[in-house]
């Protein structure tokens, strides 16, 4: 091979090294993000369940507090 494609090979093998390097850092970064959107679901997962709980509860009258009598007129 000549010097001119000696050079050429290596420059392509450095920049191969580092598209290498690159692509692995986009990688645990992406896994991170996928980790945090995961939690987040179920974080809004459990608020809801728990939302629902508490709607029912007042639907059904039992909002945890003492009933008022009622007024005198009934």
Do not use: C, F, N, W
Not at 43 to 71: K, M, N, T, V, Y
Request: proline fraction near 5%; aromatic fraction near 2%; avoid cysteine.
């Amino acid at each position: 091979m000549t010097e001119e494609v000696e050079t050429r090979l290596a420059d392509l093998e450095i920049r191969l090294t580092h598209q290498d390097d690159a692509i692995d850092t986009l990688t645990e970064s992406l896994l991170r993000q996928q980790k945090i959107i995961d939690q987040q679901q179920e974080q809004i997962q459990r608020l809801h369940r728990r939302l629902r709980g508490i709607e029912e509860q007042r639907s059904d009258g039992g909002g945890g507090e003492a009933a008022e009598p009622p007024p005198p007129h009934y």
